[in-house]
């Protein structure tokens, strides 16, 4: 787990998804919270990975959000 701000969240993920494997991005600027893919190692993808924003879940990955979101109030 990770704490950001008050909240603990379950830790992104630190190993990259198999091709083809669905995971989530904590998205503050999307009303679900989350956006799902499916990995193809892009560019856009490393980037989200090399910010510490994948989630397996979707509720790790709003969990997420929801923190980022509370600690910018």
């Known amino acids: ?7 603990t969240i379950n830790k992104p993920i630190s190993v990259k998804p ?3 494997q669905e995971f989530y991005v904590s998205s503050i600027a ?7 893919d ?3 190692n892009s ?3 490393n980037e989200v990975f090399n910010r510490n924003l994948c989630h397996l879940t979707k509720e790790d990955a709003v ?9 910018m109030k």
């Not at 999307?30 to 799902?36: D, E, F, K, T, V």
């Open 63 to 71: 969990a997420h959000t929801e923190a980022l979101i509370k600690l």
């Open 43 to 45: 560019d856009s993808q």
């Open 18 to 20: 198999e091709l083809g």
């Open 38 to 40: 499916n990995w193809k």
């Open 1 to 7: 787990t990770i704490t950001i701000g008050s909240r």
């Open 30 to 36: 999307s009303i679900g919270m989350a956006l799902s």
